[in-house]
Nanobody, 125 residues
Framework: QVRLVESGGDSVQPGGSLRLSCIVS????????VTWFRQAPGKQREGVGG???????SYADPVKGRFTISKDNAQNTMYLQMSNLKPEDAGMYYC???????????????????WGQGTQVTVSS
């Protein structure tokens, strides 16, 4: 079992920045892949980007150049640094863990068996 806890969600203005954190605990040795998803009201959950089990990082096209994903293995924490935020970035952000491999892992929610409860990001003027 793996437990994930997100934090850092807030309300920001367009163009602003925010950093989300995801603390991972439990059987991380068998679930080395970690990733971020988001879901806006009335829309499907979409992949933002993350690390596969080999440490390869991938990003969704809408966030490339604006979002940076990193992790601190010693602290079992993954981060999502978001800059130049747009209204369409608003939504609930979730981190997930699993054992997926490959550059398209982040895209498919069904690859990820463990999920956090989410943290809310609002982008509005």
């Amino acid at each position: 079992q793996v437990r994930l806890v997100e934090s850092g969600g807030d309300s920001v203005q367009p163009g602003g920045s925010l950093r989300l954190s995801c603390i991972v605990s439990g059987d991380t040795s068998s679930n080395r892949a970690v990733t971020w998803f988001r879901q806006a009201p009335g829309k499907q959950r979409e992949g933002v980007g993350g690390f596969d089990r080999d440490g390869q990082i991938s990003y969704a096209d809408p966030v490339k150049g604006r979002f940076t994903i990193s992790k601190d293995n010693a602290q079992n924490t993954m981060y999502l640094q978001m800059s130049n935020l747009k209204p369409e970035d608003a939504g609930m952000y979730y981190c997930a863990a699993g054992n997926c491999r490959g550059s398209t892992c982040y895209y498919y929610a069904h690859h990820w068996p463990y999920w956090g409860q989410g943290t809310q990001v609002t982008v509005s003027s």
